[in-house]
T-cell receptor, first 117, second 113 residues
Framework: GNSVTQMEGPVTLSEEAFLTINCTYT??????LFWYVQYPGEGLQLLLK?????DKGSNKGFEATYRKETTSFHLEKGSVQVSDSAVYFC????????????????FGKGTLLTVNP | SQTIHQWPATLVQPVGSPLSLECTVE??????LYWYRQAAGRGLQLLFY??????ISSEVPQNLSASRPQDRQFILSSKKLLLSDSGFYLC????????????FGSGTQLSVL
């Protein structure tokens, strides 16, 4: 079946440090890959996505590249800020019926990031 | 613009009591609707999804049920809550276009005591 494995947290960094959160996946076919972010007390919101191999998603200084050869979608940011403190979820989308319009997302367990000033 | 409303924000219920969580979407029609649960240490688990009125797919066997009485209304229910039902419940929607992002509600923190 489809699954997502992301690095266990929590991750604690100082402001301006480099961030990497690893994510690997198992899926049939060609899923799309996503990173969602959940700020304290809120629901999830999309951070970035990539829909095919070698695509790079980017937003707010975060980047992730869809690597089919390593089945990975690692999240990176060159210089984190205190406001980046949140839980980050890696996810993949898949349709239970090929070509169907209904599809589902499978999420990783989430990684808590805390950035200290 | 589209918005999603989910309530209540927090809920404390005794074991064995019933549950009803409601989610409504505005500004779109015929959305795909989802209920997720986020439990400590277990990530985000898809519970139910619906592609239309009265159409419910269950992802995992459990003590919960879902209904979609109207196009933009999705309800999560239980007749008798268990301790293990505690968690953070998130409603979400998407238009159904392949690979489009999910829009999440703000969530309901349910504590079963």
């Amino acid at each position: 079946g489809n699954s997502v494995t992301q690095m266990e947290g929590p991750v604690t960094l100082s402001e301006e440090a480099f961030l990497t959160i690893n994510c690997t996946y198992t899926a049939t076919g060609y899923p799309s890959l996503f990173w969602y972010v959940q700020y304290p007390g809120e629901g999830l919101q999309l951070l970035l996505k990539a829909t095919k191999a070698d695509d790079k998603g980017s937003n707010k200084g975060f980047e992730a590249t869809y690597r089919k050869e390593t089945t990975s979608f690692h999240l990176e940011k060159g210089s984190v800020q205190v406001s980046d403190s949140a839980v980050y979820f890696c996810a993949l989308s898949h349709s239970p019926v090929q070509g169907g319009s209904n599809y589902k997302l499978t999420f990783g367990k989430g990684t808590l990031l805390t950035v200290n000033p | 613009s589209q918005t999603i409303h989910q309530w209540p924000a927090t809920l404390v219920q005794p074991v064995g009591s019933p549950l009803s969580l409601e989610c409504t979407v505005e500004g779109t029609s015929n959305p795909n609707l989802y209920w997720y649960r986020q439990a400590a240490g277990r990530g985000l688990q898809l519970l139910f999804y619906s592609v239309g009125i009265g159409q419910i797919s269950s992802e995992v066997p459990q003590n919960l049920s879902a209904s979609r009485p109207q196009d933009r209304q999705f309800i999560l229910s239980s007749k008798k809550l268990l301790l293990s039902d505690s968690g953070f419940y998130l409603c979400a929607w998407t238009s159904g276009v392949a690979n489009e992002k999910l829009f999440f509600g703000s969530g309901t923190q349910l504590s079963v005591l």
